[in-house]
């Protein structure tokens, strides 16, 4: 464990992300870059970037919570000292994604305004159910929730992002990127350091089952409003590509293609690959995944 | 004139800029971009006499403890924050809290100590570790007025001025070590004092209790950075006042 | 500072030593130039510096922090009621005339 953990040093972690990937970025991106105009000035279009960015600022906040509760409950020095690294890349994502929803027209004063208005209520249970037991003091079931269950699904969820805003709006998918790197670190945690407490405590396994059953399901039901919402735009945005004759683009992701993809399919790719992945990785650390029962 | 200029921006805007993660990624770059671990990458120092050695191991232990103390407090009071100014400048003082321990704790190891955790707990000073305690009390009971209080303005500002004494007379290695911390130091106890000003100027009658707290931890904390100047072996006719800049910040506070 | 209380006062008194500042004479202006400040990101780093300790003195359009000693600079010669931030302990400060005469600072929270 301690071989694994030295690799988290704050020194270290100052040479990776402020002085390495990080090094010239302004909230994340390159200085020059800007939200592309079509998505500022076409009213739906904007208020879809709108309500996507509102559940990343949502997550994220969530994430910010989690980790800095998780620092005190943390047994040993070098898990702290790894989920105050954490932390600050939380409060990074927070406030990167805020400044997108200000770019995109959001007033200051409107910010919380905004974020009740959009959220999706699947998402505020998702994190509920991982809050209370960071709140508990629950060091195991936190880290189980909060680094494999909640960042493995940001994780999957950045990355398609990522893949669909890369042509059109390579803003966003700078800071998605630099995101994708911080979130490889804390997943990474996750599954090391936690393997070895649920050899430790075994005893603990089935509650920390129970509570990744119920996030998936708040986590299913978000994923099914989200693409349910957001056909509209997809297909005004695929228009404009064809009135404005844009070449045909691709954006291959786990065998589909996300600039062509229905959103029923774009959804089923998603879920699939976050479940797929929660259940290697949950594997790894010896526990079994759950089903949840399927969202109506 | 030049095009950027700090005194012209709005107070909105000073605010936004300065308690965000894109400050503090360029401000610590600054001062941390040549250090490995707080020091000098290269330099190369004369080794300490047995006493020198032994002092400064006990005055580390201590610092350790309140980093300690920063750290955990601080990471627990980013949930209790009221606005995301403050969750987001406390997040930058948790990894800040947490680089003092670690750089902290290197030092230790450089002076020989093998098993840090536990010659921490043999130096303890008792009124440090009653401070400690009553801070987590704090942040637990969700006091975000207090805890602010206790940890940024009187263990900070103590901190501070301490640190800084200790800067002019430690050895180069500690002193290098000493002097990132510090930097880091500035901008925890001036949050902590301007968010607490902004908060009494609203609510005045929050002062009372405040004072109350005051008077409760000062003896702790007074008690404690007299002892750790006693184990650094300075004499007495030229140990730094430590009070005075605290009380300079009390008083601004309204809080004496 | 108890009686700046009522945030109304405050602004009374901005008012007031503002008015003062208008009717003096023209103010200098100042070049900047970096004096090795690290602590805050570049772009403003020439408008802070360190307190050198004794033998140093301050220029017209420099003075010390109250909260974290460092010493803030202007492009302007200091006036009472001109506003200053200090970056590097994120106060904002207004510039007063002392009782003897000299300027200093006080805290606007
Ligand atoms: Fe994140
Ligand atoms: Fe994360
Ligand atoms: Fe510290
Ligand atoms: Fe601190
Ligand atoms: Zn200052």
Redesign the pocket.
Known sequence: MADFLSQYSIQRWLEMCPQGYLEDTVYGHSPELKEPDIVVDNELLREESIRTTVQLVVGERCALAASSGLVNAAPDFPSKRFLATQTLDEARHVEICTRRLFDLGVKEEDLESTIDDFVNPNLVKFAEVLLEKVSDGDFIAGVVGQNIVLEGMAFSVFEMLEAVSKQGNPKFAETLSGTIADERRHVGFGENRIGSLIREHPERKADVEKMQAEMTYHMLATFSDSFRGNRAAVEETRAIAVAEGAEADTAEWHGTDLASASPEDMEAVLADTVLGEFKTRLNRIGLEYQSPPVPA | MSEFNPHSLDEDEFLEEVHSVDFWFHAVDGYLRDRTYGRIEGASHPDLDDTDRDNLITTLCNYCIGETAALEASSGLISIAPNRHSKIFLATQVVDEARHLEVFLRRLRDLGVEDPESEISVRANPHLVAFKDRLMELVAGHDWDAAVFAQNVVLETMEYTAFRAHMSTADPATAEVLDGVVKDE?RHL?FGENDLGRRLMAMPEKRQRLAEIRRELDNLVLATFEEVQDSLGADRSRRVDLGSEYLDAIERLGLT | MPDSDEPGMIANRIEKVRAKREAGSERRHFELDDRGFNEVPKKWRKFYRHWEGDGDTLGPNEII??????V?RSVKELRPGDRLY??????RLLVVEADDGTLTTEVVY
């Not at chain 3, 200090?86 to 106060?91: E, F, K, Y």
């Open positions: 500035r001036g | 922090c109250p909260v974290c000693k460092v803030i200090c970056m590097p302990c994120m106060s």
